[in-house]
């Protein structure tokens, strides 16, 4: 079991499948305060359960929900951890739902009064309902699909509380290229940055009106299950 320190980034992913295809969503937390520093995987795996939780009414019946994996990317990295699930989704598209290569798309910004490429991110929602757009953009209207997923993030709020260990976490967008500035890099090293910003809590979230297309290459089974043996020193 890892030990978890301040700064430390994890990355979860809620795992599903769409019309035969794999696919994920994905979420960045830092850990803030530590109350119980040997509780990351189960911190981590109720993050991804409150989100599942979450998705499971604004997804088609057709999109399953597999797992929730997780682990921490930076400053060092641990293994996957992988929480099966199985949950499909609840709602009833009234004309269909997309394919799974039409998506609304969110994006994300970790400092509105300065976005570049590493303070926002994208997310690609799919599995919605035909019905939640017309001739290619999507329906803003209260109660729309599309409205629903938007306020998600601010139900969400940018912090997490693990509710067994204490332990607070920030969410929002994370930078490999910006945290590599902090430590040396290669033979002569790159230049050190040690104050680059690297981890933005989630400020401003954007859904865009055209409906777009996502192409995303996937594991075969992101979910399949695992098998550990600790090896003794002797």
């Keep these: 079991m890892s030990q978890l320190v301040v700064g430390d980034v994890m990355q979860v992913n809620n795992e599903f499948t769409f019309q035969g295809d794999a696919n994920l969503y994905s979420w960045y937390l830092q850990s803030t305060v530590i109350a119980e520093d040997f509780s990351m995987d189960e911190d981590m795996a109720e993050f991804g359960d409150q989100r599942e939780d979450a998705l499971v009414p604004l997804s088609a019946s057709l999109v399953t929900f597999a797992c929730i994996s997780s682990r921490r990317i930076w400053p060092q990295k641990s293994l996957p951890q992988v929480v099966a699930t199985g949950n499909s989704g609840s709602f009833t598209p009234t004309s269909g739902a997309l394919p799974g290569q039409n998506s609304l798309v969110v994006t994300l910004y970790g400092d509105v009064d300065n ?23 999507w329906k803003f209207a209260p109660g729309d699909q599309a409205v629903l997923f938007a306020a998600m993030y601010a139900t969400m709020t940018s912090k997490f509380e693990a509710t067994q260990s204490g332990n607070e976490y920030r969410i929002g967008l994370f930078s490999m290229t910006q945290a590599n500035k902090t430590i040396p890099q290669g033979d002569p090293p790159v230049i050190v940055d040690p104050a680059a910003v690297y981890f933005w809590p989630l400020q401003k979230v954007r859904a865009r009106s055209l409906v777009r297309t996502q192409r995303r290459r996937a594991a075969q089974d992101p979910c399949e299950a695992i098998f550990d043996l600790d090896v003794p020193e002797s």
């Design 115 to 137: 976005p570049t490429r590493h303070n926002r991110g994208r997310d690609f929602w799919t599995g919605l309902d035909a019905d939640s757009q017309a001739n290619g953009v």
